[in-house]
Every structure is written in C-alpha cells, then in structure tokens.
C-alpha cells in the first residue's frame, strides 16, 4: 500500500515559468512532509519542509503548500531554471515516535531553457 | 563540512559473497537509516536506528543486517547478496525531527 503518491512520472517546463509538483498521501498519522531534490549520481538533498500545522512554507524560489484536507501538498518553483532539472521526491513522517520518512516514487522535472 | 559518507560508491559482487558498505556521518546525529532506490519504486527504508545499539527493521530488510556500535557509523551488511539486491543504496542521518542527511549512494550489483 503506497502511502505517498507522486502521480506524476515527469513533468516538462520552460525556463522562467513555474513549475507544480504534486504528492498526495493516505496516512493522517503524518505530521511533516519534506521535499528532496536528486541528481543523477548523488544522494537526495533536502530542499524545503512543512509541518502538518502550517498550510504554506516558502524560501526564496520553492515554497510547499499543504491541503491537510485533502491530503495532498504541493511544491511550486518560480522561476524554474534549467538547474532545476532533477527528480523531486515528495516525502513524509510519521507521528510521534516514528521518525522515519516515507517517500514517493519521484517526478522527474526538465526544465527547457 | 557536514557530511554522509558512504563506501564503497561501487560494488560488483557475486551470490552468495559477504559484503558490507559502510556509512559514517560527522554530525553528531542520533537516527541514521539505510533505504535503497530502485526504478519506479522510489525509495524504500531498509533498516534504521534510533541511536547506537538500537536498530530496527524498516520496510523491506530481509537479506540485510545492520549495526550500530558508534552514533557516528552504520553499516549495512549482505550476508549472502542476490541479485535481487542489485540495487541503488543510500545511508542517511539526521537528529530526531529535522530533515536527513543523505550519502552519495552505493551503487551495488550483484551477479
């Protein structure tokens, strides 16, 4: 049973326009959701957060919003920049005790200059 | 610099040899977790640990075992590797409620 969902597989852009990545979840136990950004060849790398109590988090270019309603969040990049090319992963954690961090399949996001 | 450092950063092995990556953190971080990445899957946790001599399995950990003698070290041992194991391996570690840390990857091949 998949938990967190990126029900999209990738997603194209041109350069200078905003770019909308989509997870949805099904565990109301999560009470932060993270963002990481990957390369090819290199480890994840943390870009933004939300906690379950907050509805937006922005910093700088890339803010997350969170529908705790609808169980979904949301990662917008404005401007995107051919730099951005990367698989975004969306990610969760659990409640309580539980800090281990639940991820989607990915969204691969080109950016075309 | 703070960092995750895994090793090897390639592995060809065959079934049935013993192997062990290493992952080692200078952050001073109590939960370090082992996940592995594999196409259209994403990345699923194998094992984690909540702070040295306490671990646990994750959601996929059979044909894995790990230790956690020291906060800063963690690794992750194939006892008899498949290649069903071949696989795209990353150690992470953060403190208990911030965001992980990720190493650069193992890429593991087992034939």
């Known amino acids: 049973d998949q938990q967190v969902k990126q029900n999209s597989p990738s997603l194209s852009v041109q350069e200078g326009r905003i770019s909308i990545l989509n997870c949805d979840y099904t565990?109301?136990?999560?009470?932060?959701f993270l963002w990481y950004k990957k390369y090819p060849a290199e480890g994840p790398t943390f870009l933004i957060s939300?906690?379950?109590?907050?509805d937006k988090n922005e910093d700088g270019r890339f803010t997350v919003f969170l529908n705790k309603s609808a169980k979904h969040l949301s990662l917008h990049i404005v401007p995107s920049q051919p730099g951005d090319s990367a698989v975004y992963f969306c990610?969760?954690?659990?409640?309580?005790?539980?800090?281990?961090?639940?991820f989607g399949k990915g969204t691969l996001l080109t950016v075309n200059p | 610099e703070a960092q995750v450092t895994q090793n090897p950063r390639y592995l060809i092995t065959v079934t049935g040899k013993k192997l062990t990556v290493t992952c080692s953190q200078n952050?001073?971080?109590?939960?370090m977790s082992w996940y592995r990445q594999d196409p259209g899957l994403g990345l699923r946790q194998i094992y984690y640990?909540?702070?040295?001599?306490?671990?646990d399995k994750g959601d996929v950990p059979e044909g894995y075992k790990v230790s956690r003698k020291e906060k800063r070290n963690f690794p992750l041992i194939l006892e008899s590797p498949s290649p069903n194991q071949t696989s795209l391996y990353f150690c992470?570690?953060?403190?208990?409620?911030?965001?992980?840390?990720f190493g650069q990857g193992t890429r593991l091949t087992v034939v």
């Open positions: 992470a570690s953060s403190r208990m409620n911030t965001e992980a840390f």
């Open positions: 565990n109301s136990m999560f009470d932060y």
């Open positions: 939300i906690s379950s109590i907050k």
């Open positions: 990610a969760a954690r659990g409640g309580g005790s539980n800090y281990k961090l639940t």
């Open positions: 952050m001073n971080h109590e939960y």
């Open positions: 640990s909540m702070n040295v001599e306490v671990t």
